[in-house]
């Protein structure tokens, strides 16, 4: 089997990138179900990008689709 020596820094800066790129993905999602966008379609699509696709999903929903949603109150 493979086994992995690597330094504890490289370990850090793994779990470190993996977090970012799992807290942008959860928060794509999290923001797209808090936002009203002008069709559930629309909701539904931003969901699954983020969901399907996770870092690069959640970046376009950061760059596209979060302006095309209002907050709710």
Known sequence: ?????LP??????ILGVVGVFA???LWAI???FSR?????????????VSTMVPFL???AYLFMGR???????
């Open 23 to 25: 807290a942008i993905t």
């Open 1 to 5: 089997m493979f086994q992995a020596n």
């Open 36 to 48: 009203t966008f002008p069709s559930t379609n629309e909701k539904i699509f931003w969901i699954q």
């Open 67 to 73: 302006k095309r949603g209002t907050k709710q109150k």
């Open 8 to 13: 504890p820094e490289t370990w850090a800066l």
């Open 57 to 59: 999903g959640g970046m």
């Open 30 to 32: 999290r923001d797209a």
